[in-house]
């Protein structure tokens, strides 16, 4: 059985999902945190397609620093991996999550990185 937290998750998850899509101009920039990790990709849901993606799992040296500093890693990452496709506008998914803590720094860095949203 769900608790409390992970179906209120869900539902603010599919209120977002309702109102926001991706395209190849502008994807979506889905964000998932686990305890240990945090996942970040850019999707295009015209063509079903995942067009970068980005962890703390492929970053060396993330371990070692706090989970906000790999946030802040990943979002670097990802947005060097956007740019590099030709992408600098995304629309921002936070998945449910609030938008604070490593969510925030991850959005923060990628906007320093030369995203757009």
Do not use: C, W
Request: glycine share 8%; no cysteine; aromatic share 6%.
């Amino acid at each position: 059985m769900k608790n409390k937290k992970e179906i209120r998750r869900s539902q603010i998850k599919k209120r977002i999902r309702g109102v926001i899509t991706g395209t190849a101009e502008r994807p979506r920039m889905s964000v998932f945190r686990s305890n240990k990790e945090i996942y970040v990709q850019l999707i295009d849901d015209v063509n079903g397609n995942t067009l970068a993606s980005a962890s703390s799992m492929k970053i060396d040296g993330a371990h070692s620093v706090p989970k906000i500093e790999q946030a802040k890693m990943v979002g670097k990452v990802i947005a060097e991996k956007a740019v590099q496709s030709g992408i600098t506008s995304v629309v921002f998914d936070r998945n449910g999550y609030l938008y604070h803590g490593r969510v925030k720094s991850l959005a923060d860095a990628a906007r320093e990185g030369g995203l757009k949203f």
